[in-house]
């Protein structure tokens, strides 16, 4: 069987998120922990400590970690599988869930957590092993070099001061960026995503009216035998006479064989070229021996009345339900659709004749009137990859039938009876037939929210792990830059710099790289939103893209506030301290 492309870029971009999340977390701790602990490895150089067993003791500081901290995760993750994993494989799905317990994707999520945490241990690794030991002494995590360039005149304010700052530590400050960046942009794809959801085409595609009735082996996906002759005549009597139906139709077919001669043949043999390298050869060695050998292909001949012709996806003639009913014109399928131009790959044009076997045997001779298709809603949910689908009025179907069992029955009822309907079909199918079922449009639309609940969850719960992530280096960078720059940010206070002063330099650099954070996020974001979405649901029935900026709108202030409180909480009394 062929993988979806959708269900692989989903779980792609899961695992880089994933992959980039456990990164930047885990190596801004280590990087944290090395830099703290930098002038205890500078003694440990100056009493012959190689750099080799300074890689050692931080790896093994990190297999210490990693054993406490990998099975925490592995348990923690598994009790939360269990009640997300059957969230999302119900609404995909539809049908029940049973988790078990596997040992080997405990092994492999434990690999992969090591795998993680090891990568993360390099850059620490390669502080440790540039420091020399009178460096180490003096170590502050900044880079001083600044290229010189020609003095100017300019007020000095914390400010500017701030500006500077920032790009003392680039590659500290471009990981703030990138994870507050990440979670943000993640949580605009995700509610880009949902935003382009069309309710009303995810519903039409699944229902084209409010109550469809069929045996229920034709609804379910699962059965290997389905009874396309399940609505009897006296089903049909019943939903007649439910309180407030406004259209009530039936669809009726027989599946068969449909010979094909001379034009029609050719027309047949040129389309099957046309496709050949795409069918795999079993079927294709199938194909060619009834079209070739036989000269036949699959059909199927329905029997519609108005309600379903007037839902008649055309490609080429117009809805003339009074032509069609007089039993002496037919609606015929081609074999591609979305191609753009259906109609030109017909194998039977407007106009020409087309001679049907009815469901009784017997042959007879239509005008085609028109090249389109019934509803995937309002068909049997198959098809064959060459054949034909003939519509006919369904008196003259039946009048050709032994059978008078349609295979769909289609109500629309007017909203103040929808409940009384539904509660009236329930009761017929559980107490009068049993093998009778139904749908509703309220099924669907449930399940359309259903969905969209579970994406918003999905998404929503990584954006905030990501944006966690991006707050703790955020705090993380601000303490570390007032632990490490304690000297400097005493020497300012000596030389006349207020407490007040500093802490909004201090605030000044990180509203700054809040605000290089949107500037990613308006920029990249946007083609990233774009590109992710439309990888994602690109392809699905009910997507029409809709891009949504209040994500990014509300996240600003909160983000900035961040920014700026976090400065303020720190102990400045310790800073200051002669």
């Excluded at 117009?318 to 007089?326: A, H, M």
């Excluded at 050709?400 to 009822?413: E, R």
């Excluded at 929808?418 to 079909?425: G, R």
């Excluded at 570390?480 to 330099?505: D, F, P, W």
Aim: glycine share 6%; proline share 3%.
């Amino acid at each position: 069987s062929s993988i979806d492309p959708t269900s692989v870029a989903i779980m792609m971009f899961l695992l880089f998120i994933i992959v980039i999340s456990g990164y930047l977390i885990i190596s801004n701790i280590f990087n944290i922990s090395v830099t703290a602990d930098i002038h205890h490895y500078g003694l440990l150089k100056t009493i012959g400590t190689t750099n080799r067993q300074l890689k050692k003791i931080i790896i093994r500081q990190a297999i210490m970690i990693s054993t406490f901290a990998i099975p925490m995760g592995l348990i923690s993750g598994y009790l939360a599988s269990m009640v997300i994993i059957p969230l999302i494989v119900r609404n995909m799905i539809s049908i029940p869930v049973k988790m078990e317990f596997n040992m080997w994707f405990f092994l492999i999520s434990a690999v992969f957590s090591w795998i993680t945490v090891r990568i993360s241990c390099v850059r620490s690794c390669r502080i440790v092993k540039k420091v020399s030991p009178v460096e180490a002494v003096r170590y502050v995590d900044y880079s001083n070099s600044i290229k010189k360039k020609n003095k100017k005149t300019h007020k000095i304010t914390p400010l500017t001061m701030a500006w500077q700052n920032i790009g003392r530590n680039k590659k500290k400050t471009f990981y703030v960026i990138l994870s507050m960046a990440l979670s943000i942009i993640l949580l605009n794809i995700t509610i880009s995503l949902v935003a382009s959801f069309d309710e009303d085409k995810y519903i039409s595609s699944f229902s084209s009216s409010d109550f469809t009735v069929a045996d229920a082996s034709v609804f379910n996906k699962h059965s290997l035998v389905a009874d396309y002759e399940g609505v009897s005549q006296d089903d049909i009597e019943y939903c007649k006479k439910l309180a407030g139906i406004e259209k009530i139709g039936a669809i009726y077919m027989s599946a068969g064989l449909h010979k094909v001669d001379d034009t029609v043949l050719n027309r047949v043999k040129k389309f099957y070229e046309s496709i050949r390298s795409e069918i795999n050869p079993d079927e294709a060695k199938d194909i060619e021996s009834r079209i070739f050998g036989n000269q036949e292909i699959y059909s199927k001949v329905y029997g519609l009345d108005q309600m379903v012709y007037e839902n008649l996806e055309m490609d080429a003639g117009n809805l003339d339900w009074g032509k069609f009913k007089s039993g002496n014109y037919a609606v015929v399928s081609a074999p591609v659709e979305g191609s753009g131009d259906d109609a030109a790959s017909a194998f039977y044009k407007m106009g020409e004749k087309i001679s049907v076997k009815m469901p009784d045997g017997s042959v007879k001779s239509y005008e085609v009137m028109g090249i389109g298709k019934v509803p995937y809603s309002m068909g049997p949910g198959y098809s064959q990859t060459i054949d034909i689908n003939i519509m006919l009025p369904s008196t003259e179907y039946l009048s050709h039938s032994q059978s008078k069992k349609a295979m769909k029955l289609f109500l629309n009822v007017d909203d103040s009876h929808i409940n009384v309907a539904e509660a009236s079909l329930i009761e017929y199918s559980e107490k009068t037939k049993p093998l009778l079922d139904f749908e509703s449009r309220n099924k669907y639309k449930e399940s359309f929210n259903e969905m969209k609940r579970t994406f918003i969850l999905i998404g929503s719960a990584m954006s905030l792990i990501l944006a966690l992530i991006g707050t703790l280096n955020f705090i993380n960078l601000t303490y570390t830059s007032i632990n490490e720059r304690s000297g400097e940010l005493k020497t300012l206070h000596a030389v006349g710099m207020t407490n007040k002063q500093i802490k909004n330099m201090l605030a000044a650099e990180g509203v700054m790289r809040i605000l290089f954070t949107f500037v990613v996020v308006l920029t990249v974001g946007i083609g990233l939103n774009h590109t992710i979405v439309n990888m994602i649901a690109g392809q699905m029935i009910m997507f029409k893209y809709q891009f949504v900026i209040w994500p990014v709108l509300v996240a600003i202030p909160l983000f900035l506030l961040i920014a700026y409180v976090v400065p303020q909480l720190c102990k400045w009394k310790n800073v200051y301290k002669y």
